[in-house]
Nanobody, 125 residues
Framework: QVQLVESGGGLVQAGGSLRLSCAASGRTSSIYGMGWFRQAPGKERDFVVAISRSGDRIYYADSVKGRFTISRDNAKNTVALQMNSLKPEDTAVYYC??????????????????WGQGTQVTVSS
């Protein structure tokens, strides 16, 4: 089993920045791809960004390209999401996810077995 704990959410004005962190524990050696998803009230959980185990493959949703940056530290079992130029439409609960499959399509929600509890990000206009 793998446990994921997110931190770093909060309230920020439009144009501001936030940095989310996700710490993994447990059977971390089984983790391959990691990703961030978000879910706004009344909406489905959407893909934001994903990174492969080695970090050589990174995928961003079009809505966050150029504003968000994912990074991963396998030695510390952490993944971070730097969010700049935030917009009100970025408001959502952000979830960290980990996949235990090396063949998973990591832009898909179904690729992930493990999920964090989520952290709220609110961007005011």
């Amino acid at each position: 089993q793998v446990q994921l704990v997110e931190s770093g959410g909060g309230l920020v004005q439009a144009g501001g920045s936030l940095r989310l962190s996700c710490a993994a524990s447990g059977r971390t050696s089984s983790i391959y791809g990691m990703g961030w998803f978000r879910q706004a009230p009344g909406k489905e959980r959407d893909f934001v960004v994903a990174i492969s185990r080695s970090g050589d493959r990174i995928y961003y949703a079009d809505s966050v390209k150029g504003r968000f940056t994912i990074s991963r530290d396998n030695a510390k079992n952490t993944v971070a999401l730097q969010m700049n130029s935030l917009k009100p439409e970025d408001t959502a609960v952000y979830y960290c996810a980990a996949s235990d499959s090396d063949s998973a399509v990591i832009i898909r929600l179904t690729a992930y077995r493990y999920w964090g509890q989520g952290t709220q990000v609110t961007v005011s206009s």
